[in-house]
């Protein structure tokens, strides 16, 4: 007996865009996915050209030439 799952069509992913919140399906038709439209991937990129979007670092304390 096949189960009531394996029988269901397959519903697709709805995600938000991460630059509008807008629904976007994310099946492989969707182009510009996870982005709702070129805009908003154009957007997205810029904002990280222009460094307004940064991974945060931890920087190392920098190498002394004294020994201890």
């Known amino acids: 007996m096949a189960s009531v799952r ?3 069509p397959k519903l ?3 995600v938000l865009c991460p630059r509008c ?5 994310w099946v492989e ?3 510009f996915r996870p ?4 805009r908003c991937k154009t957007d997205d990129f810029g904002a990280w050209e222009s ?3 940064r ?3 931890s920087e190392e304390a920098p190498l002394s030439d004294e020994s201890e």
């Open 55 to 57: 991974v945060a670092a």
């Open 29 to 31: 038709t969707s182009r």
């Open 35 to 38: 982005f709702c439209s070129m």
């Open 12 to 14: 697709p992913r709805i």
């Open 6 to 8: 394996s029988s269901l």
């Open 51 to 53: 460094e307004t979007y």
């Open 21 to 25: 919140g807008a629904s976007v399906e």
